[in-house]
């Protein structure tokens, strides 16, 4: 029977599809919903699609689709989400987090082939965004949503996208600028170019003069527009008493520009309008490189984004979809099989079996009871039930955890900043040459006075210094994202490099979610006991009984007589003659007492007789000791768990023993934990997975949340890192520590150049030729000196990476290479 | 000489000519998304069949229509 079940790939999405594969059109599918998907692009011509990219297809675990756009047809939650809407015409912009390839575009913009109501599609790859002009007269919102859905593109429509509108607008503006000063750049260089090759004093005046005018006007936009950022900011950190970079860029620029008008209009030189343009056209090159982040993903989401826009209000019996933010104390709701509970309430109808999985990071569902509290955050799994709230959603348990950052401002990590500590004695150290320089010429040659002190400040303008950490951190943050580890912002590379304690989640975190280790313990099992427990475990949607179903893979299950299932008990049922109860021991022994067990255990009885039972523990990460190892020597580790404290024996032996380990932590005590360390003086790197562990991620300096789907469900944080490269933490540590020693080395080169420069503008000599060669010249060398040698350190410690990591770490890192993309 | 003022009235526009398209460009969203322009231009070349006239016809239709809207 094994030989007969040759391995099938599923035509849709890859996957194996066991021993039964769904046949269609002689291809073999892995489910009913793949092989759907592909008889509606069949029906429709479509199959091109599965030309562009082989087994293209998303597989969607299954789940009833048929209300979860229900919400849709209330107009006020529609309205929100269009971009435009006149007439019929609507458009609307629709996250679809599983666009992943050439095909996926090709389909989603050949939307109209299925549907005519829909006008045109257009597919943001970068983003995972789709743009739909629809016929609103022909295609409802709500249909649109489950034409997608229909095709395994689902999406992922929440309030948190309705309220946020991206800061494109400041990266377009941005854009403006680098253009425009780019293009000022290159002109006042060409007109300047006559004054530097010999004989320009041969040069007629009246050319020098038009020359000199022309560059001055030039410099104008480049001054009010794409430099206003730099004045501005100086501007406003000189009001609350501070020193940042913008400060002495600020004072070099605003001495160009006014040294240079001087020269210009008193025709005693042709001033340095190049440098000018030049030093505001590099800076804002790198502050596009360092604005440069992974747009696909987010960082910020908050409960918001977990919960559905809206569920089904029961009144009087009638279902209505009601936005959660309408939904009050007292109103009765209704949540379906995999539908999230929205606010804190009490269980009226039906049996739940809720999932807390995003609140606690432990994946086995409680079983509740009519009249039973249930909290929000969890996922029933099951039938309908019926609840009626008791708390307001923005004042139940869970979203209470994001309450307390409200109105709390990440800015003040700023003011830590290597760069803006540097810049504060750098500024009061030129200022003071620039001075001791004025009065030495004021003494000896009271001409040159002036010229000395605005040369000092013109020379000393930290353009390299600058522009060094954003290329150094930036390109960090792309390399690293390249090894599976993606970066909120480049800041968090310095950040990184000033952990010295590290606080892991248990739960989802260093055990793998989906990965349970079974043993048995009892008598041997014989070949009949296997497929007696295989049968039985195939009728139950428990997550021990898939556990174990999916243990005893490869036996066939056999047909089972009397099968009962009683909740949070167990299942039994009749194979072979024999009767079979798996569950609980208070179920097994039948209330008799015995020795409680911290361990997750189910037990086995046949005819009466017991048999032993399974263990279920949860299986580490691959790779964990290793890294525990190599962290133990430099790192405080700690660990916080949500669960009891049965692995305490196997988490002593991973971890050293000074390392602290807490279980039984709430969210709330998670939070707390983290505030006490901070208190301390300890600087958290926190690692996490779940929304458990929200508050502490966002407390804690650097938050790491550890996700196998990347665009799936993270909570608010600063880096989000793939699962499979965890162990691979150590090198993201070291790199980023090799990263901020790169950016100190790049520090001390631009140092360099500025007391070349010095050297001139002291003795009241500087002329334009130099300062418009050594401000390109020392820009583009920190530049490139910061870009190659952090390619140089994350090449060597990825070549270390490769030859560890297998065959399937590699297949996966090429997808993502190609799926998330820096913009 | 002064033949220079005009031929750097000239270069003025033409630079200006092309600093108009990158702002133009910039403003169209052309730098939003680098990859699927890059996808997309090979997707015509898969039509074929006799069938598939009716839906070119039906795309020009619906592209006629959104430029009028």
Same mark, same amino acid.
């Given at each position: 029977?094994?030989?007969?079940?040759?391995?099938?790939?599923?035509?849709?999405?890859?996957?194996?599809?066991?021993?039964?594969?769904?046949?269609?059109?002689?291809?073999?599918?892995?489910?009913?919903?793949?092989?759907?998907?592909?008889?509606?692009?069949?029906?429709?011509?479509?199959?091109?699609?599965?030309?562009?990219?082989?087994?293209?297809?998303?597989?969607?675990?299954?789940?009833?689709?048929?209300?979860?756009?229900?919400?849709?047809?209330?107009?006020?939650?529609?309205?929100?989400?269009?971009?435009?809407?006149?007439?019929?015409?609507?458009?609307?912009?629709?996250?679809?987090?599983?666009?992943?390839?050439?095909?996926?575009?090709?389909?989603?913009?050949?939307?109209?082939?299925?549907?005519?109501?829909?006008?045109?599609?257009?597919?943001?790859?970068?983003?995972?965004?789709?743009?739909?002009?629809?016929?609103?007269?022909?295609?409802?919102?709500?249909?649109?949503?489950?034409?997608?859905?229909?095709?395994?593109?689902?999406?992922?429509?929440?309030?948190?996208?309705?309220?946020?509108?991206?800061?494109?607008?400041?990266?377009?503006?941005?854009?403006?600028?680098?253009?425009?000063?780019?293009?000022?750049?290159?002109?006042?260089?060409?007109?300047?170019?006559?004054?530097?090759?010999?004989?320009?004093?041969?040069?007629?005046?009246?050319?020098?003069?038009?020359?000199?005018?022309?560059?001055?006007?030039?410099?104008?936009?480049?001054?009010?527009?794409?430099?206003?950022?730099?004045?501005?900011?100086?501007?406003?950190?000189?009001?609350?008493?501070?020193?940042?970079?913008?400060?002495?860029?600020?004072?070099?620029?605003?001495?160009?520009?006014?040294?240079?008008?001087?020269?210009?209009?008193?025709?005693?030189?042709?001033?340095?309008?190049?440098?000018?343009?030049?030093?505001?056209?590099?800076?804002?090159?790198?502050?596009?490189?360092?604005?440069?982040?992974?747009?696909?993903?987010?960082?910020?989401?908050?409960?918001?984004?977990?919960?559905?826009?809206?569920?089904?209000?029961?009144?009087?019996?009638?279902?209505?979809?009601?936005?959660?933010?309408?939904?009050?104390?007292?109103?009765?709701?209704?949540?379906?099989?995999?539908?999230? %509970?929205?606010?804190?309430?009490?269980?009226?109808?039906?049996?739940?079996?809720?999932?807390?999985?995003?609140?606690?990071?432990?994946?086995?569902?409680?079983?509740?009871?009519?009249?039973?509290?249930?909290?929000?955050?969890?996922?029933?799994?099951?039938?309908?039930?019926?609840?009626?709230?008791?708390?307001?959603?923005?004042?139940?348990?869970?979203?209470?955890?994001?309450?307390?950052?409200?109105?709390?401002?990440?800015?003040?990590?700023?003011?830590?900043?290597?760069?803006?500590?540097?810049?504060?004695?750098?500024?009061?150290?030129?200022?003071?040459?620039?001075?001791?320089?004025?009065?030495?010429?004021?003494?000896?040659?009271?001409?040159?006075?002036?010229?000395?002190?605005?040369?000092?400040?013109?020379?000393?303008?930290?353009?390299?210094?600058?522009?060094?950490?954003?290329?150094?951190?930036?390109?960090?943050?792309?390399?690293?994202?390249?090894?599976? %580890?993606?970066?909120?912002?480049?800041?968090?590379?310095?950040?990184?490099?000033?952990?010295?304690?590290?606080?892991?989640?248990?739960?989802?975190?260093?055990?793998?979610?989906?990965?349970?280790?079974?043993?048995?313990?009892?008598?041997?099992?014989?070949?009949?006991?296997?497929?007696?427990?295989?049968?039985?475990?195939?009728?139950?949607?428990?997550?021990?009984?898939?556990?174990?179903?999916?243990?005893?893979?490869?036996?066939?299950?056999?047909?089972?007589?009397?099968?009962?299932?009683?909740?949070?008990?167990?299942?039994?049922?009749?194979?072979?003659?024999?009767?079979?109860?798996?569950?609980?021991?208070?179920?097994?022994?039948?209330?008799?007492?015995?020795?409680?067990?911290?361990?997750?255990?189910?037990?086995?009885?046949?005819?009466?007789?017991?048999?032993?039972?399974?263990?279920?523990?949860?299986?580490?990460?691959?790779?964990?000791?290793?890294?525990?190892?190599?962290?133990?020597?430099?790192?405080?580790?700690?660990?916080?768990?949500?669960?009891?404290?049965?692995?305490?024996?196997?988490?002593?032996?991973?971890?050293?023993?000074?390392?602290?380990?807490?279980?039984?932590?709430?969210?709330?005590?998670?939070?707390?934990?983290?505030?006490?360390?901070?208190?301390?003086?300890?600087?958290?790197?926190?690692?996490?997975?779940?929304?458990?562990?929200?508050?502490?991620?966002?407390?804690?300096?650097?938050?790491?949340?550890?996700?196998?789907?990347?665009?799936?469900?993270?909570?608010?944080?600063?880096?989000?890192?793939?699962?499979?490269?965890?162990?691979?933490?150590?090198?993201?540590?070291?790199?980023?520590?090799?990263?901020?020693?790169?950016?100190?080395?790049?520090?001390?080169?631009?140092?360099?150049?500025?007391?070349?420069?010095?050297?001139?503008?002291?003795?009241?000599?500087?002329?334009?030729?130099?300062?418009?060669?050594?401000?390109?010249?020392?820009?583009?060398?920190?530049?490139?000196?910061?870009?190659?040698?952090?390619?140089?350190?994350?090449?060597?410690?990825?070549?270390?990476?490769?030859?560890?990591?297998?065959?399937?770490?590699?297949?996966?890192?090429?997808?993502?290479?190609?799926?998330?993309?820096?913009? | 000489?002064?033949?220079?003022?005009?031929?750097?009235?000239?270069?003025?526009?033409?630079?200006?000519?092309?600093?108009?398209?990158?702002?133009?460009?910039?403003?169209?969203?052309?730098?939003?998304?680098?990859?699927?322009?890059?996808?997309?231009?090979?997707?015509?070349?898969?039509?074929?069949?006799?069938?598939?006239?009716?839906?070119?016809?039906?795309?020009?239709?619906?592209?006629?229509?959104?430029?009028?809207?």
């Amino acid at each position: 029977m094994q030989e007969e079940s040759k391995k099938h790939i599923c035509v849709h999405c890859g996957d194996d599809c066991g021993s039964h594969p769904v046949i269609w059109d002689e291809k073999p599918f892995c489910c009913n919903g793949c092989s759907t998907v592909y008889q509606i692009l069949h029906e429709n011509e479509l199959c091109t699609y599965y030309d562009f990219e082989s087994n293209p297809g998303i597989k969607i675990e299954a789940g009833k689709y048929k209300e979860k756009f229900a919400f849709l047809d209330d107009n006020e939650i529609a309205e929100q989400l269009y971009e435009f809407a006149e007439g019929n015409i609507r458009k609307i912009t629709l996250y679809i987090p599983s666009i992943h390839c050439s095909s996926c575009i090709w389909l989603l913009e050949h939307l109209n082939i299925l549907n005519q109501g829909v006008i045109k599609s257009m597919v943001n790859f970068v983003k995972k965004e789709v743009a739909i002009t629809f016929n609103s007269d022909e295609i409802s919102i709500r249909e649109l949503a489950e034409l997608l859905s229909s095709i395994h593109y689902i999406p992922e429509i929440t309030l948190d996208k309705l309220q946020l509108k991206q800061n494109e607008e400041v990266n377009k503006s941005l854009l403006y600028k680098i253009g425009i000063a780019g293009f000022c750049f290159g002109n006042i260089m060409l007109l300047s170019l006559p004054e530097y090759v010999p004989g320009h004093e041969y040069l007629e005046t009246h050319f020098k003069e038009f020359f000199g005018m022309m560059n001055f006007f030039l410099v104008l936009p480049v001054f009010f527009y794409s430099g206003s950022d730099y004045l501005l900011s100086a501007g406003k950190a000189i009001k609350h008493k501070f020193i940042n970079i913008d400060v002495p860029i600020s004072m070099g620029i605003l001495m160009l520009f006014i040294q240079s008008s001087i020269e210009i209009f008193s025709g005693s030189g042709a001033g340095y309008m190049d440098s000018l343009t030049g030093l505001i056209f590099f800076l804002l090159i790198g502050k596009w490189y360092q604005n440069r982040t992974y747009q696909a993903l987010s960082f910020e989401r908050d409960y918001r984004s977990y919960f559905p826009v809206a569920v089904s209000k029961l009144e009087n019996g009638i279902e209505i979809s009601t936005p959660i933010e309408k939904l009050e104390k007292g109103d009765i709701i209704l949540i379906r099989n995999q539908e999230l %509970i929205p606010a804190d309430g009490i269980l009226m109808k039906g049996e739940a079996q809720i999932d807390y999985s995003f609140v606690t990071g432990e994946s086995k569902p409680v079983f509740k009871e009519s009249g039973d509290a249930v909290f929000a955050g969890g996922k029933q799994m099951g039938s309908a039930i019926e609840l009626t709230i008791e708390k307001d959603v923005i004042q139940s348990r869970l979203t209470q955890l994001w309450n307390q950052f409200e109105g709390e401002d990440s800015s003040n990590t700023k003011l830590n900043s290597l760069i803006d500590q540097i810049s504060k004695y750098f500024t009061i150290v030129i200022i003071a040459i620039g001075l001791f320089a004025g009065i030495y010429w004021l003494i000896n040659d009271s001409g040159k006075a002036v010229f000395a002190f605005t040369s000092v400040l013109i020379v000393a303008c930290p353009c390299a210094l600058a522009l060094s950490a954003p290329f150094a951190m930036g390109n960090t943050m792309r390399l690293m994202g390249r090894m599976g %580890i993606y970066l909120k912002s480049s800041a968090v590379v310095e950040k990184l490099n000033s952990i010295t304690t590290i606080v892991f989640d248990k739960t989802g975190t260093i055990t793998q979610a989906d990965e349970v280790k079974v043993k048995f313990h009892g008598d041997a099992l014989s070949d009949d006991d296997k497929i007696a427990v295989k049968s039985l475990t195939r009728h139950s949607t428990h997550v021990l009984s898939s556990t174990l179903y999916e243990f005893y893979k490869s036996i066939p299950p056999e047909t089972v007589a009397d099968y009962t299932e009683l909740p949070s008990m167990g299942i039994s049922g009749t194979i072979n003659g024999r009767k079979i109860k798996l569950g609980s021991a208070k179920f097994i022994r039948e209330g008799k007492t015995e020795t409680s067990s911290l361990n997750t255990e189910v037990y086995l009885s046949a005819d009466g007789k017991i048999k032993g039972h399974f263990s279920l523990s949860n299986q580490y990460r691959t790779g964990l000791s290793e890294l525990i190892n190599e962290l133990a020597p430099k790192y405080d580790l700690h660990i916080l768990s949500g669960d009891n404290d049965s692995e305490m024996e196997n988490l002593k032996q991973i971890f050293p023993t000074t390392s602290i380990i807490r279980f039984n932590q709430s969210p709330n005590d998670k939070l707390e934990y983290i505030n006490n360390l901070k208190k301390q003086n300890k600087c958290v790197l926190m690692i996490g997975d779940g929304l458990n562990d929200a508050g502490a991620l966002k407390t804690s300096d650097v938050g790491i949340s550890i996700a196998d789907d990347i665009y799936h469900f993270s909570p608010a944080c600063d880096a989000i890192l793939e699962a499979s490269k965890f162990q691979e933490l150590k090198y993201f540590l070291k790199i980023s520590a090799k990263s901020v020693w790169i950016v100190k080395l790049s520090f001390i080169l631009s140092f360099l150049y500025n007391l070349f420069g010095l050297y001139f503008a002291v003795q009241g000599i500087l002329s334009p030729i130099v300062a418009a060669l050594l401000m390109p010249i020392s820009s583009i060398s920190v530049v490139a000196f910061a870009t190659f040698t952090t390619n140089y350190i994350a090449k060597s410690k990825e070549i270390n990476n490769k030859t560890k990591s297998n065959i399937k770490e590699a297949k996966t890192s090429v997808f993502l290479k190609k799926s998330v993309q820096l913009n | 000489m002064s033949v220079l003022f005009v031929l750097i009235g000239v270069s003025m526009l033409v630079a200006g000519g092309f600093l108009v398209g990158f702002l133009w460009a910039v403003k169209k969203g052309q730098y939003d998304d680098s990859y699927s322009p890059s996808v997309r231009i090979l997707f015509d070349d898969q039509e074929n069949e006799a069938q598939k006239e009716e839906k070119k016809q039906i795309e020009k239709d619906t592209t006629k229509k959104n430029h009028k809207s």
